[in-house]
Protein backbone atom coordinates (compact mmCIF):
# COMPACT_ATOMS: atom_id res chain seq x y z
CA UNK A 1 0.00 0.00 0.00
CA UNK A 2 1.11 3.88 -1.22
CA UNK A 3 1.12 6.69 1.15
CA UNK A 4 0.10 9.52 -0.67
CA UNK A 5 2.52 12.71 -0.65
CA UNK A 6 -0.62 14.77 0.75
CA UNK A 7 -0.97 11.98 3.71
CA UNK A 8 3.07 12.22 3.84
CA UNK A 9 2.98 15.65 4.80
CA UNK A 10 -0.02 15.67 7.05
CA UNK A 11 1.57 12.96 8.78
CA UNK A 12 4.97 14.71 8.67
CA UNK A 13 3.07 18.44 10.03
CA UNK A 14 1.99 16.29 12.53
CA UNK A 15 4.92 14.78 14.17
CA UNK A 16 6.94 18.33 14.13
CA UNK A 17 3.69 19.84 16.25
CA UNK A 18 4.22 17.10 18.19
CA UNK A 19 7.42 17.49 18.70
CA UNK A 20 7.17 21.00 19.22
CA UNK A 21 4.63 20.68 21.73
CA UNK A 22 6.81 18.26 23.53
CA UNK A 23 9.36 20.64 24.16
CA UNK A 24 7.74 23.08 25.55
CA UNK A 25 6.08 21.26 27.88
CA UNK A 26 9.88 19.44 28.83
CA UNK A 27 11.30 23.38 28.89
CA UNK A 28 8.56 24.24 30.85
CA UNK A 29 8.89 21.47 33.50
CA UNK A 30 12.43 22.07 33.83
CA UNK A 31 11.99 25.80 34.45
CA UNK A 32 8.91 25.66 36.82
CA UNK A 33 11.13 25.61 40.00
CA UNK A 34 13.08 28.64 38.73
CA UNK A 35 10.34 31.02 38.14
CA UNK A 36 10.10 33.75 40.10
CA UNK A 37 6.82 35.85 40.58
CA UNK A 38 6.70 39.76 41.20
CA UNK A 39 4.50 40.62 44.32
CA UNK A 40 4.36 43.66 46.12
CA UNK A 41 3.45 43.99 50.14
CA UNK A 42 0.09 44.13 49.22
CA UNK A 43 -0.29 40.97 47.00
CA UNK A 44 2.33 38.77 48.96
CA UNK A 45 -0.72 37.12 51.28
CA UNK A 46 -1.18 35.16 48.55
CA UNK A 47 2.47 34.00 48.11
CA UNK A 48 3.05 30.37 49.45
CA UNK A 49 5.98 30.30 51.86
CA UNK A 50 9.27 29.02 51.07
CA UNK A 51 8.29 29.58 47.64
CA UNK A 52 11.11 31.52 45.19
CA UNK A 53 9.43 34.73 44.02
CA UNK A 54 10.41 38.69 43.93
CA UNK A 55 8.72 41.48 45.94
CA UNK A 56 9.05 45.03 44.58
CA UNK A 57 8.15 48.02 46.88
CA UNK A 58 9.97 51.14 47.74
CA UNK A 59 12.40 51.18 50.64
CA UNK A 60 10.46 52.95 53.99
CA UNK A 61 12.68 55.68 55.00
CA UNK A 62 14.07 55.02 58.27
CA UNK A 63 13.75 51.47 58.23
CA UNK A 64 17.20 50.45 57.05
CA UNK A 65 19.10 48.81 60.04
CA UNK A 66 22.31 47.31 59.81
CA UNK A 67 23.04 44.40 62.17
CA UNK A 68 26.26 44.10 64.10
CA UNK A 69 27.83 41.16 61.91
CA UNK A 70 28.47 43.81 59.42
CA UNK A 71 26.41 42.12 56.45
CA UNK A 72 22.86 41.83 57.42
CA UNK A 73 20.40 44.42 57.15
CA UNK A 74 16.61 44.34 57.83
CA UNK A 75 13.97 47.31 56.32
CA UNK A 76 10.97 47.59 55.21
CA UNK A 77 9.47 47.84 51.90
CA UNK A 78 6.38 49.31 50.84
CA UNK A 79 3.66 49.74 48.21
CA UNK A 80 1.39 52.37 49.39
CA UNK A 81 -1.54 50.27 50.81
CA UNK A 82 1.06 47.78 53.14
CA UNK A 83 4.78 47.06 54.11
CA UNK A 84 6.73 43.90 54.36
CA UNK A 85 10.00 43.51 56.70
CA UNK A 86 12.65 41.65 54.73
CA UNK A 87 16.58 40.76 55.73
CA UNK A 88 19.30 40.53 53.23
CA UNK A 89 22.67 39.14 54.14
CA UNK A 90 25.23 40.19 51.66
CA UNK A 91 26.29 43.14 50.01
CA UNK A 92 23.98 45.57 48.58
CA UNK A 93 24.01 47.85 45.14
CA UNK A 94 25.06 51.39 44.92
CA UNK A 95 22.06 52.50 44.45
CA UNK A 96 20.06 50.47 47.22
CA UNK A 97 19.32 53.17 50.03
CA UNK A 98 15.82 54.39 52.00
CA UNK A 99 12.92 55.77 49.74
CA UNK A 100 14.02 54.45 46.54
CA UNK A 101 12.50 51.02 44.58
CA UNK A 102 13.75 47.92 44.86
CA UNK A 103 13.45 44.45 43.81
CA UNK A 104 14.00 41.68 46.39
CA UNK A 105 14.58 37.92 45.14
CA UNK A 106 13.49 35.74 47.62
CA UNK A 107 11.49 33.58 50.17
CA UNK A 108 8.41 34.35 52.72
CA UNK A 109 9.63 32.97 56.47
CA UNK A 110 7.70 33.81 59.13
CA UNK A 111 5.82 37.25 57.70
CA UNK A 112 9.60 38.48 56.75
CA UNK A 113 10.99 38.35 52.96
CA UNK A 114 14.17 36.96 53.61
CA UNK A 115 15.72 38.15 50.37
CA UNK A 116 18.79 36.15 48.56
CA UNK A 117 18.92 38.86 45.88
CA UNK A 118 18.49 43.29 46.33
CA UNK A 119 18.40 44.63 42.49
CA UNK A 120 17.88 48.54 43.34
CA UNK A 121 15.68 50.37 40.59
CA UNK A 122 16.31 53.79 39.24
CA UNK A 123 14.16 56.17 37.43
CA UNK A 124 14.20 57.21 33.99
CA UNK A 125 16.44 60.36 34.94
CA UNK A 126 19.10 57.88 36.54
CA UNK A 127 22.91 58.80 35.31
CA UNK A 128 25.80 57.51 37.17
CA UNK A 129 27.42 59.86 39.63
CA UNK A 130 30.68 60.01 37.11
CA UNK A 131 28.35 61.62 34.51
CA UNK A 132 26.84 63.50 36.75
CA UNK A 133 29.71 65.46 37.87
CA UNK A 134 30.36 65.89 34.06
CA UNK A 135 27.29 67.31 32.99
CA UNK A 136 27.63 70.01 35.84
CA UNK A 137 31.00 71.12 34.95
CA UNK A 138 29.58 71.47 31.14
CA UNK A 139 26.65 73.57 32.46
CA UNK A 140 28.92 75.49 34.63
CA UNK A 141 31.52 76.26 32.10
CA UNK A 142 28.87 77.34 29.62
CA UNK A 143 27.11 79.74 31.45
CA UNK A 144 30.50 81.84 32.49
Not at 28 to 53: E, H, N, Q, V
Not at 115 to 132: G, S, W
Amino acid sequence: MMVRPKHQRLVLVMLALAALVGAVMLAMWGLKDRAAYFYTPSDIGAAAPGRAMRLGGMVDIGSLVHDPDGVTIRFTVSDGKASLPVTYRGIVPDLFREGSGVVAEGRMNRGTFVADNILAKHDERYMPPQMDNLAATRQNLATR
